[in-house]
C-alpha cells in the first residue's frame, strides 16, 4: 500500500512541548491534538471543504502522492494540528467541525519560517520569534461558526502557549474578495480605527490589496471568525495582502497572551 510522504511533527512532538487533550464546557464538542496521520487528514478534509469547495480557492498542487479532496502544503509536516470534533458518533469521536495548524519556534527554524513571512515583511517581529507561535489554515465548518468552535480552539490554544512559554500568536483572517474587495477594504478601514497594533508590531503586504481603489465607506459586520479573534484580544498588524489563488484579502493579526481575556487566562492556568 502507498503511503503519502507528508509525516507530521504532530505525531512525534519536540522534546519538552506539552499537549494535553480537554473536553470543553459544550457536551456537543471535544478539542484535542492531531496524533495519527488519519486525524491530519481529517483536518485537511475540513479545510479543503471550506477553501475550495465553499470560498472556490484555487490550492496550490499537494506534495506527491497526498490523496484528493484535501489542502496540503509543505508546512503541515512542520506543524501541531489542533481539531475541535463535534460529539460523539456511535461510541467514537465526531467529525472534525474546526481546525488550527501550529507552527512552533523551533519547527518554523526547520521549516525555514513562517508561512506569513510569504505574504508579510515580517523584520519589525524579529525579537518576538523566540516566544511566537504562527496559527494558520484555521476553519470552522459552517455549521458551528456561532462561537463555540473557536472558543475551544482558543481555549486549548492558550493552554499549549503557557505549558510551553509561548507568548505570542500570529496568523491571517482571510475575508473573501467575491465582490471584488470593497468588503475587505471596508472592513480593514473600520478595524484599523479600533484594533491596529502599536507600530513596533506592524508589518507590510509583500503584494498588498489595492485598498484606495476600493470602497471603504461600507459599513460592514466582520465574519464571525474574526470577531471571535477580536474577542480574545487581536489586533490588526497592518493593511491586508491580497491572496490570488484563494481570493481572498488577509489581514494579519496578533495576540499576546497578555491581552486575552481572564477566561481564557483561566483555561491557560
Not at 76 to 84: F, I, K, P, Q, S
Not at 109 to 131: I, V
Not at 205 to 214: A, K, N, V
Not at 224 to 249: H, K, Q, S, V
Request: charged share 20%; with cysteine.
Amino acid at each position: 500500500m502507498n503511503r503519502s510522504p507528508i509525516v507530521t511533527h504532530a505525531l512525534t512532538p519536540a522534546p519538552g512541548l506539552q499537549r494535553i487533550e480537554r473536553t470543553v464546557a459544550s457536551p456537543r464538542l471535544s478539542v484535542g491534538w492531531a496524533r495519527s496521520e488519519a486525524e491530519v487528514r481529517e483536518a485537511q478534509a475540513l479545510r479543503y471543504q471550506v477553501f475550495a469547495v465553499e470560498m472556490g480557492a484555487r490550492l496550490a498542487p499537494p506534495p506527491a502522492g497526498s490523496p484528493s479532496g484535501l489542502d496540503v502544503d509543505l508546512f503541515d509536516a512542520y506543524c501541531e494540528h489542533l481539531l475541535v470534533r463535534a460529539g460523539v458518533e456511535d461510541g467514537e469521536p465526531g467529525p472534525v467541525v474546526g481546525t488550527y495548524r501550529v507552527l512552533t519556534p523551533a519547527a518554523a527554524r526547520r521549516a525555514g519560517g513562517l508561512y506569513s513571512d510569504t505574504e508579510f515583511d515580517l523584520t519589525r517581529l524579529r525579537a518576538l520569534r523566540p516566544r511566537l507561535v504562527e496559527i494558520g489554515r484555521s476553519c470552522v465548518h459552517a455549521d458551528h461558526r456561532s462561537g463555540g468552535a473557536i472558543i475551544a480552539l482558543w481555549g486549548a490554544l492558550a493552554e499549549f502557549m503557557a505549558r510551553n512559554g509561548l507568548d505570542t500568536v500570529i496568523g491571517c483572517a482571510s475575508v473573501s474578495m467575491r465582490d471584488g474587495g470593497h468588503f475587505a477594504a471596508s472592513l480593514w478601514k473600520q478595524l484599523a480605527a479600533t484594533h491596529l497594533a502599536p507600530i513596533d508590531c506592524q508589518v507590510r503586504p509583500r503584494l498588498p490589496l489595492p485598498i484606495d481603489h476600493l470602497r471603504q465607506d461600507l459599513v460592514v459586520e466582520p465574519p464571525a471568525l474574526i470577531r471571535g479573534y477580536l474577542r480574545c484580544g487581536a489586533r490588526l498588524m497592518g493593511e491586508p495582502a491580497w491572496d490570488p489563488d484563494f481570493n481572498t484579502a488577509d489581514l494579519p493579526l496578533m495576540l499576546r497572551t497578555a491581552d486575552l481575556p481572564a477566561r481564557f487566562r483561566r483555561l491557560a492556568g
